[in-house]
């Protein structure tokens, strides 16, 4: 014979507490304990056709509670991936936005310096398509110091007039050794 679990109890044997539920019975090992858990409402006799029922019932529920936690981390996905793509529009939105803004500087740097009547456009003419990642330190100037740039530079008989920074002495070893050929 099998008792269900119709009122919260606790096992005095073991301290388990059990909570009523389709899947919740009680061992039936000591029969004084079971009569005194029945008599206060706690446990139901169950027979063996209405176990059965209760446990198809039982299966029925855990599969819909399964059906719905499966719905629940799908849409619970689906939200993830929605804002991931949200946000990596949003970063590419500011990327392109950055690029066209540099490009806009450096059209305005070089309308600028052709303005101010310099003939040597082409040296300071700057292509943002023509410098790639590989090509800003294939010379290895940048991890030269400042010391070192300018001794490089005195070595080789190139002016540095009006280079004070490390990007502008690197700019002007590397235009003096492209017209050197």
Known sequence: MAYKVIAECVDRRTGQRYLPGPQSFFPADDPDQVDRLERAGCLRRVADEDLS???????ALAKSDAAR???????????????????????????????????AEIARINEIRQQSGSTDTEEKT??????QRQQINEDKL????????????????????????????????????????
């Open 53 to 59: 029922r209760d446990e198809e019932a039982a299966a």
């Open 69 to 103: 936690m499966i719905a629940g981390f799908e849409q619970e996905v689906a939200d993830a991936r929605r804002r991931r793509d949200e946000t990596l529009a949003a970063i590419e939105t500011e990327v392109i936005g950055a690029r066209q803004a540099a490009d």
């Open 142 to 181: 940048f991890d030269s110091t400042v010391e070192e740039l300018r001794a490089l530079a005195k070595d080789e008989d190139i002016d540095l007039s009006g280079a004070s920074r490390k990007d502008e002495i690197v700019a002007a070893i590397r235009a003096a050794r492209a017209k050197a050929g």
């Open 126 to 131: 700057m292509d943002p398509a023509a410098v």
